[in-house]
């Protein structure tokens, strides 16, 4: 079956301008991760949604960022007024457990260039 | 504050050769879970083992296998007669609750 997909792959975005990021996790899937992969480190956490509801977003970095997952499938994390150091690579992962400790299934990221 | 060290930024071995991958950590919790993550250039990134805190016998995969010494709070993945595909980061993973904390990363490159 299909994995976890993202788009876009890459995206370019001037400063100050508003993203939106897509996640599309694997059917029927409880869970689903957003985490932000700067060059060179590890993911780190941003935000965990069971179904619909956002459990804890306390590691978005901002209140510019924002995530949804508003039917308990699709999610999409947008950044307003983007910056320099929101470039990095942003990773979905989603779960068929509630709390993704057993197998996190990851999609390719979007990796995204603040200019 | 959990956290995951890593202490090995990068390692190379020969095709065949056995090698082990370091990681330690630091919770307070009792109920925890210990991964390893492997994302290959340019792919996904993917399970490649996972142990339960409570259990005590270390977790096995085909060619990998960890080293789990609880008191000592170390997790180390040992790899088995390398293969060219193994070249990838891997990263050590702590989770409890619904939160993974992710070590920096060790880069391995497996040489023909």
């Known amino acids: 079956g299909a994995g976890v997909s993202q788009s876009p792959r890459y995206k370019v975005a001037k400063r100050g301008q508003d993203v939106a990021l897509r996640c599309d996790p694997i059917?029927?899937?409880?869970?689903l991760f957003w985490y932000q992969q700067a060059l060179g480190q590890g993911p780190e956490f941003l935000t965990y949604?069971?179904?619909?509801?956002?459990?804890?977003k306390s590691g978005l970095p901002s209140d510019r960022f924002f995530a949804e997952r508003p039917e308990g499938s699709v999610s999409t994390l947008k950044i307003q007024r983007t910056q320099q150091e929101d470039s990095a690579v942003y990773l979905c992962a989603s779960s068929l457990d509630g709390q993704g400790l057993r197998e996190q299934y990851f999609g390719p990221g979007t990796r995204l260039t603040v200019t | 504050a959990q956290t995951v060290t890593q202490s090995q930024p990068e390692m190379s071995v020969q095709e065949a050769e056995t090698v082990t991958l370091s990681c330690t950590y630091d919770t307070s919790e009792n109920n925890y879970y210990l991964f390893w993550y492997k994302q290959p250039p340019s792919r996904q990134m993917i399970l490649v083992i996972r142990?339960?805190?409570?259990k005590q016998q270390n977790a096995t995969e085909n060619r990998f296998s960890v080293n789990f010494q609880k008191a000592a709070k170390s997790f180390s993945l040992k790899i088995s007669d390398s293969q060219l595909g193994d070249t990838a980061m891997y990263f050590c993973a702590l989770g409890s609750n619904y939160q993974l904390i992710w070590g920096a990363g060790t880069k391995l490159i497996i040489k023909p």
């Open positions: 059917s029927g899937h409880v869970s």
């Open positions: 949604f069971q179904n619909e509801a956002q459990l804890d």
């Open positions: 142990q339960e805190a409570y």
